[in-house]
Nanobody, 121 residues
Framework: QVQVAESGGGSVQAGGSLKLSCTASGGILSTCGMGWYRQAPGKERELVAF???????NYGDSVKGRFTISEDIVKNILYLQMNSLKTEDTAVYYC???????????????WGQGTQVTVSS
């Protein structure tokens, strides 16, 4: 069974930086893409950044130019470098691995438990 785990969250002052990491393991045949989403209290989960299997990246409008998604293919780790953080970036950040796994057709989504990012003014 696929397990997705995030790390690197924490508290930072506005203008600061944080780097999140995500690992996905267990029964993955191939990866269709991986990404980061976030959910703030009282708000819907929203896309932060996504990287497809061909390396194409997509970012949410609110983070463009400040956040960078990358991956270490050898170590199978996904990163999210967050710079110039704002108080409105405060949220739980979730990693998703969209993968092909035995017994399932196509690509399925596997989510981590999330990591809290708090940005104070």
């Amino acid at each position: 069974q696929v397990q997705v785990a995030e790390s690197g969250g924490g508290s930072v002052q506005a203008g600061g930086s944080l780097k999140l990491s995500c690992t996905a393991s267990g029964g993955i045949l191939s990866t269709c893409g991986m990404g980061w989403y976030r959910q703030a209290p009282g708000k819907e989960r929203e896309l932060v950044a996504f990287i497809s299997s061909d390396g194409t990246t997509n970012y949410g409008d609110s983070v463009k130019g400040r956040f960078t998604i990358s991956e270490d293919i050898v170590k199978n780790i996904l990163y999210l470098q967050m710079n110039s953080l704002k108080t409105e970036d405060t949220a739980v950040y979730y990693c998703v691995s969209i993968s092909r796994t035995p017994g399932r057709q196509g690509c399925s989504s596997y989510w981590g438990q999330g990591t809290q990012v708090t940005v104070s003014s």
